[in-house]
């Protein structure tokens, strides 16, 4: 089991890949593999959050309704303000979209399922009265298509970002306090609420990380779309807890795999990429999402079933070595 | 004099109970300190109070002098105060060093994790108790004994100057126990105080210079260790004397009801043969990790056995899930309530009703509601349980009453066959007795009944006959005239080994 928690992911990147690769060999050239990571860049970015919010116990539904929210702010604001000031403020607004989610969560004691289950609605009614129900065009901003085709150190800017958020989530996770009390909270709650966490605070954290990642996967998709409106990224939340489950962080949170997460994300975004080439129609891969997810959801479940049969063994076991132990000393 | 802790008038109701009422005690810094008393008496809701959990509705806390009230844990803990539970609070994801240093990550400059100060502050704790453990290894794969061995190490990371532990040996087996008295000889020796909760008289007199006893929510008595005996404690506790309990005649025994051939578990159990009469109460002794619990569960159908036969009433019988178990009439009582048997959520009538509950439906499917109150009511009398009634949250009664719930819901299965695991760790003395009785009663409805437990006092008194193991084998088939605890001893320590029959 612990094989697949950690490389099961990898090996499962290169069987489809592989698989593809026989159908199609242009799948493998330079071009469409950079293609593939800048496609997966969107759910990529949330999945880096959504990882976060999984760890500690919880998940945020919300993301997709943020990122929604976020291309009717950048449609209606930079052509005011100009694109720096309209990107700061689409940030400014995912944050309180944030701290709105880990209120009513630690304030309210709503359920998170409930709690951004019912954000995602408001956040896309906040958008829908926003824009007036219509969509917002951006085709005379092409500053901002800097987000999608443009290039700075030679990569394309949705690959840096992914890798700097990437880069950034894993310092916190692993090299700072903030990091270790996420994983506590998600390990054992009242734990960590007993050994003096401020639980609460971290949760709140916790959601606006997952929003500005919705931020940031807004940036880029509404580059690419060139419209905003409130209809937008329906499939985000779903797709980055597929993408973070499959990739080997448990539901039932205290692990976090940020790698495994990426991997899972730009396998997600081969499939499509494949289907794609081989002239599979847009239906066919909303199908395919849905069975991964199932397939991600059961895997998850038949390691929690095989994991329960171990650690029963396992504890008998362990009760056993410890009497030897024991006896030895 | 100052002393450590003062408390002064204490009373603290909940819903429907006056759980403490009018509690004054006096402990000396350096003190071991220990609280008796039944399930229920209080001594679990006193130490929360001290922890920070809840605070007092009345009365003063004076911890060195100073006034107290605590309005959370964090608070108890800046004030010194350190409390290790019976459930753990430890984060089974993360490592050792990481669960102790938890609520104080030592950092470099600028908020980043210092990984080896973590370590080597671990190191250094775990040093001080003169425990070797890997600081990286993480929670869950240490057994209870190294966990708690960390959560002691987390109360000396936080500098307490008082450590409370409630029930420390409950779960630990005699060489575990041994290496917790050194770890509090080296606490005292570091002049912590420490209260103590135990229902074990021995550890008593082992470990502290004074105790209190507690009965229903009232303090008893405070002793000086040196001046008082069992007896005495037992009675401030029950309020009967240690003598009156226990009292039973043998019902008359029948025909067997189970019966074990050979039943072997590698690694586990080998070899295994007995057989149980109706009417009769075996016991399974030995020490930890002999095999007695997986035998158990392996007759229930939680373990799948690798050879052997199991047989019921002399017909042979598969088991692989305790369904099939509860088919064939055999209930089973677990040792650890939490995972394995009490719906903590859940009311009491519900938790006894779980089981049978597609006997208690109308036609179409409905639950009957009537059926299922008579059923409540039927088991309440018959096991005594104190509850408030059927309404009333499992997870909310004492740890006595939730076993005779889930003794009930055995029992409402109409078995033949019951198996006992540890039935009554962690009840107090007055309730165990009432379980006892009951297991007599139910052998003279001509039950047939297992009884694996570690509590050799248990088996001595309660117990027709007793089968030992030792390392997964037999070692000790004892009557009742040959059941001592010398002989018992013997026989699980391998000592003594019967001849392979």
């Known amino acids: 089991m612990k094989i697949w928690e950690r490389y099961g992911i990898f090996f499962l990147f290169l069987v489809i890949l592989g698989a593809f690769a026989l159908m199609i060999p242009r799948i493998v050239s330079p ?15 949330a999945a880096a959050g959504m990882t976060l919010a999984i760890t500690s116990g919880g998940f945020d539904l919300s993301v997709g309704a943020i990122y929604a929210l976020v291309s009717c702010v950048l449609g209606k604001v930079i052509p005011v303000v100009g694109l720096t000031l309209g990107v700061f403020t689409a940030l400014m607004v995912s944050m309180i979209c944030g701290v709105f989610n880990g209120l009513i969560i630690t304030k309210l004691r709503v359920q998170t399922f409930v709690a951004t289950l019912a954000t995602m609605i408001i956040f896309r009614g906040v958008a829908f009265i926003y824009t007036g129900g219509r969509d917002v065009e951006l085709y005379g901003l092409p500053a901002i298509k800097v987000f999608t085709t443009g290039r700075f150190l030679g990569l394309p800017v949705p690959l840096l970002m992914t890798l700097i958020v990437f880069a950034l989530v894993y310092f916190l996770y692993h090299h700072t306090p903030l990091g270790l009390h996420i994983r506590a909270i998600g390990s054992n709650e009242p734990a960590a609420v007993t050994s003096g966490i401020r639980v609460d605070r971290i949760k709140i954290a916790v959601f606006v990380f997952t929003a500005i990642t919705a931020c940031f996967s807004g940036l880029i998709g509404t580059a690419q779309l060139l419209t905003g409106n409130g209809r937008l990224g329906t499939d985000l939340a779903l797709q980055a807890i597929a993408a973070v489950i499959l990739g080997g962080t448990s539901l039932a949170g205290g692990r976090g795999r940020l790698l495994g997460t990426l991997v899972a994300s730009i396998l997600l975004a081969t499939i499509g990429n494949g289907l794609n080439l081989l002239g599979v129609s847009a239906a066919y891969q909303d199908l395919s999402t849905g069975i991964i997810l199932i397939v991600a959801l059961a895997v998850e479940g038949l390691r929690q079933i095989l994991g329960r049969r171990e650690s ?3 504890k008998a076991v362990a009760g056993i070595k410890s009497q030897e132990a024991s006896d030895a000393q | 004099m100052s002393y450590a802790i003062e408390i002064k008038g204490v009373y603290k109701s909940f819903p429907g109970v006056q759980a403490l009422t ?7 810094k350096g003190e071991i300190h220990a609280v008796v008393g039944e399930n229920g008496a209080g001594k679990s809701t006193l130490m929360k109070i001290l922890g920070g959990l809840y605070p007092a509705d009345a009365g ?12 959370s844990v964090r608070e108890a803990i800046a004030a010194g105060v350190s409390v290790i539970y019976q459930e753990f609070n430890l984060m089974p994801d993360l490592s050792v060093a990481e669960n102790i240093l938890v609520s104080q990550p030592p950092v470099y400059r600028r908020g980043i994790l210092s ?8 190191r250094s704790l775990l040093d001080q108790l003169g425990i070797a453990l890997d600081p990286g290894i993480l929670i869950e794969e240490l057994s209870v004994s190294e966990r708690q061995v960390v959560e002691i190490a987390k109360a000396l990371s936080f500098e307490s100057g008082i450590i409370i532990m409630d029930e420390p040996t409950a779960a630990l087996s005699s060489k575990e126990v041994e290496r917790l008295y050194a770890i509090i000889a080296a606490l005292k020796a570091k002049g912590k105080t420490i209260l103590y909760i135990t229902h074990r008289l021995k550890e008593i007199f082992d470990l502290s210079d004074r105790v209190t006893v507690l009965r229903d929510g009232k303090l008893v008595a405070t002793l000086t260790t040196a ?21 039973y005649e043998p019902a008359p025994q029948r025909e067997v009801l189970l019966e074990l051939k050979g039943l072997t578990k590698d690694g586990y159990f080998e070899d295994v043969s007995f057989t149980v009469r109706s009417g009769e109460i075996l016991g399974l002794a030995g020490l930890i990790g002999c095999g007695r619990d997986e035998l158990a569960k392996a007759v229930y159908g939680l373990l799948a056995p690798d050879r052997g036969e199991i047989l019921i009433s002399g017909h042979r019988v598969r088991i692989r899930r305790p369904q099939d178990a509860l088919r064939h009439g055999i209930a089973f009582l677990a040792e650890d309530r939490k995972e394995f048997g009490i719906f903590a959520e859940m009311n009491v009538k519900e938790n006894l009703t779980l089981t049978i509950i597609n006997r208690l439906k109308h036609l179409f499917g409905f639950i009957q509601t009537r059926a299922e109150h008579e059923t409540f009511r039927r088991y309440v009398d018959l096991m005594q349980i104190r509850c408030a009634g059927a309404a009333q949250r499992v997870m909310d009664l004492s740890g006595g009453n939730q076993q005779k719930v889930m003794l009930g819901r055995a029992l409402a299965t109409d078995c033949r066959v019951l198996l006992l695991l540890e039935p009554t760790r962690g009840v107090d003395v007055g309730a165990k007795s ?7 009663q139910l052998a003279k409805k001509g039950i047939a009944i297992l009884l694996a437990s570690s509590d050799l006092p248990e088996i001595l008194s309660v117990c027709d006959r007793t089968v030992v193991l030792w390392q997964g084998r037999i070692t000790g088939r004892l009557s009742k005239a ?4 010398n002989a018992v001893m013997r026989c699980a320590t391998g000592i003594h080994v019967e001849a392979a029959s």
Do not use: C, P
């Not at chain 1, 990571?37 to 969107?42: A, G, N, Y």
């Not at chain 2, 003063?60 to 309005?71: C, D, K, Q, V």
């Not at chain 2, 990984?115 to 671990?122: G, H, I």
């Open chain 1, 31 to 45: 071009n469409n593999l950079l293609n593939i990571l800048v496609q997966s860049s969107i759910v990529s970015i």
């Open chain 1, 312 to 314: 029963f063994s396992a």
């Open chain 2, 22 to 28: 009018d509690i004054s005690l006096n402990v000396a």
């Open chain 2, 60 to 71: 003063t806390i004076l911890l060195e002098g100073r006034e107290i009230a605590f309005h």
């Open chain 2, 115 to 122: 990984k080896r100060a973590l370590v080597e502050r671990t």
């Open chain 2, 227 to 247: 001046e008082t005996d069992e007896d005495t404690i037992v009675r401030h506790m029950v309020g009967r004397d240690k003598a009156s309990f226990y009292h």
């Open chain 2, 434 to 440: 009432e379980i006892y009785t009951l297991l007599h």
């Open chain 2, 482 to 485: 040959g059941m001592d605890e």
